[in-house]
């Protein structure tokens, strides 16, 4: 069974880096977008509004899985930037600050950076290619 898991393990890498991606992708489109629907949309060239057009146009690099470990990298830091920003402020601790999703994003992000994009990604298709 643990062969298996092996077998596997690298496209549950990519199945986490686009789940990952897409989340966050998503956020980009509501703030950028307003798609989904959002009751209030940050104004353009606002803090809120340029963390949304990284999310919109890292998270879209990610989720394809191209530029995959500098996209990370900048998603990681982005994440922490929002974390230190707008929750730590607010309370040490993430359950009450509201920043759980962020502290995940962040570390999550950066373990995509160490570990790569696996092999379902346009990374792993032009390293192929080469």
Known sequence: ?????????????????IVFALVLFSFGTQKILGFPFAARVPEAF???????VFELVVGFFLLIGFLSRP????????MACAYFIGHAPNSFFPSQN??????????????????????????AWRKAKA
Do not use: T
């Open 1 to 17: 069974m643990l062969n298996n898991l092996n077998a596997v393990s690298p496209y549950l890498l990519s199945v986490l880096r």
């Open 46 to 52: 606002s803090l809120s509004w340029i963390a949304g």
């Open 71 to 78: 996209a990370a990298f900048i998603l990681s830091g982005l």
């Open 98 to 123: 509201g920043g759980v999703a962020a502290i995940l994003f962040c570390f999550g992000f950066l373990y995509l950076v160490a570990a790569g994009p696996g092999p379902l990604s346009i990374d």
